[in-house]
């Protein structure tokens, strides 16, 4: 159980592009979905905090009209990597709360997708 | 602000010998602790939860202490694998917060 899927692994694109990350719980309902975005040998840094049907909370630092987050159902989220410059080249890394369950205090994350802009 | 410390950026043990990591914390009281492990290119994937007002849980070969005064944590692996290695962290929230994580320890378990 508490599995979540992302979509695509791995995309590569030409700067100036928009680049949509989607992010899915599969067999578990999640109210709040959260993404992360980790640089090689470093830690997981959390960007953004979305609720559904609620507007995402995005950490300081994070330009919210850059990574369009939403949240539209109780288990799926995308994340939309607008006008993606070389420097947005990352591994970017959703996790799940449970909605209900023994498991609400957990965060499950999904596998990844790397981005690569060009 | 919040610190999140794992000691050791990587530790080499050998087969069958305890791994105990180690994380520290600064500028927080979490109300819960959680031990995730990522393997390269993947994303973190749950091991163990520790709530304040516990001292110490286990599962399996793992095991995990939590000193709130000292504000450490301590994780251990039993009997270790190869199949053990990979990067582990550390991570610390309060209720319906986000996961804060420390920048992990590669463990490198050697047959």
Redesign the interface.
Known sequence: G?V?S?HPSRVICKSGTSVKIECRSLDFQAT?M?WYRQFPK???M?MA?SNEGSKATYEQGVEKDKFLINHASLTLSTLTVTSAHPEDSS?Y?C?ARAASGPHT????????T?LTVL | SQKIEQNSEALNIQEGKTATLTCNYTNYSPAYLQWYRQDPGRGPVFLLLIRENEKEKRKERLKVTFDTTLKQSLFHITASQPADSATYLCALNQAGTALIFGKGTTLSVSS
């Open positions: 508490a979540v992302q709040t959260f470093k830690s997981l959390l905090t591994f890394i996790s205090d957990t965060q499950y994350f999904g596998p990844g790397r």
